[in-house]
């Protein structure tokens, strides 16, 4: 899912003048802006997720969308800035999901 994710970034880039044969190619922005493409996939991991019953990736696409692509990119933190924390939370939140999953049973 991660490739096609990145490939339609790619894509979308491909076809913007500004971007093409630039290091930012894949990117999720247009320079200024969340792409389309982006916003749509995250709808369709959300609708995924409710489908699922997954409760940790809508999380994570709510500090993305809330936190991190937001405002002007100076103003903001770098998504390897989060890298940590967020990992951390994940991994945190899936013993929690696994614990509970296990006291059901």
């Not at 924390?85 to 939140?93: A, G, I």
């Amino acid at each position: 899912m991660q490739d096609k994710y990145r490939e339609r970034r790619k894509l979308t880039h491909e076809e913007m003048k500004s971007f093409s044969r630039s290091d930012y190619v894949g990117c999720f922005h247009d320079g200024f802006e969340p792409l389309n493409v982006v916003k749509d996939f995250h709808k369709e991991v959300l609708s995924l997720c409710r489908e699922m019953q997954d409760q940790l990736k809508p999380l994570i696409v709510e500090v993305i969308e809330g936190q991190m692509m937001v405002g002007p990119a100076k103003e903001r933190s770098r998504a390897r800035d989060y890298d940590t924390s967020l990992s951390s939370s994940c991994r945190t939140l899936n013993k929690l999901h696994c614990l509970l999953l296990h006291l059901r049973a």
